[in-house]
């Protein structure tokens, strides 16, 4: 079945430094891809998503390219801030069925200021 | 306007004892997905709703969970004989309806947590 899977953490980083939080998925068909964040006490919000092979997702300095060949989305930010410490989560949909949505089990950053 | 709602915010039980955790979706949206997150995971999927049907509830562990979505706006997540194995944070979502439209992302709820003693 249809699965993701991202880096481990916690990531540690000081501020300004720049993260990359890597995603692979594997799936049958062409899934939607999108990053989740979770701020300490609060839901799940998205980030950014992709729909297609090589499109870029990006919002609040952060971006993703679906990469089809590597099956990856990995995030990056080229300069993090302390209120980005957060748990963020990949996931992709189900491009059939239900839609359902599939997701990594998430990677916590710590920004030091 | 206001986005998926879901209470209570939090449940304490017991074992054994039987909850309901109810889904507010956006309003006219027509599908409705329940997830599980148990700590230190990613929400894991437990069942669909396309309108008050259920389309697809693969994801219920097992016959002790049960949905229901009688007008095909508000859902109720049922669980009977509580185990400590329940707790976790369970999160409604919802969209215009499903299919691959980029209109169609989930709108995610706050969550309710579920902790059996």
């Known amino acids: 079945g249809d699965s993701v899977t991202q880096m481990e953490g916690p990531v540690t980083l000081s501020e300004e430094a720049f993260l990359t939080i890597n995603c692979t998925y594997t799936?049958?068909?062409?899934?939607?891809l999108f990053w989740y964040v979770q701020y300490p006490g609060e839901g799940l919000q998205l980030l950014l998503k992709a729909t297609k092979a090589d499109d870029k997702g990006s919002n609040k300095g952060f971006e993703a390219t679906y990469r089809k060949e590597t099956t990856s989305f990995h995030l990056e930010k080229g300069s993090v801030q302390v209120s980005d410490s957060a748990v963020y989560f990949c996931a992709l949909r189900d491009a059939s069925g239900t839609y359902k949505y599939i997701f990594g089990t998430g990677t916590r950053l710590k920004v030091l200021a | 306007g206001a986005g998926v709602s879901q209470t209570p915010s939090n449940k304490v039980t017991e074992k054994g004892k039987y909850v309901e955790l109810r889904c507010d979706p956006i309003?006219?949206?027509?599908?409705l997905y329940w997830y599980r997150q148990s700590l230190g995971q990613g929400p894991e999927f437990l069942i669909y709703?396309?309108?008050?049907?259920?389309?697809?509830d693969s994801g219920l562990p097992n016959d002790r969970f049960f949905a229901v979505r009688p007008e095909g706006s508000v859902s109720t997540l049922k669980i009977q004989r509580t185990e400590r194995g329940d707790s976790a944070v369970y999160l409604c979502?919802?969209?215009?309806?499903?299919?691959?439209?980029?209109?169609?992302?989930?709108?995610f709820g706050p969550g309710t947590r579920l902790t059996v003693l």
């Open positions: 979502a919802s969209s215009l309806s499903s299919g691959l439209s980029s209109y169609n992302e989930q709108f």
């Open positions: 709703f396309q309108g008050t049907g259920a389309a697809d």
């Open positions: 309003s006219g949206h027509t599908a």
């Open positions: 799936a049958t068909g062409y899934p939607s």
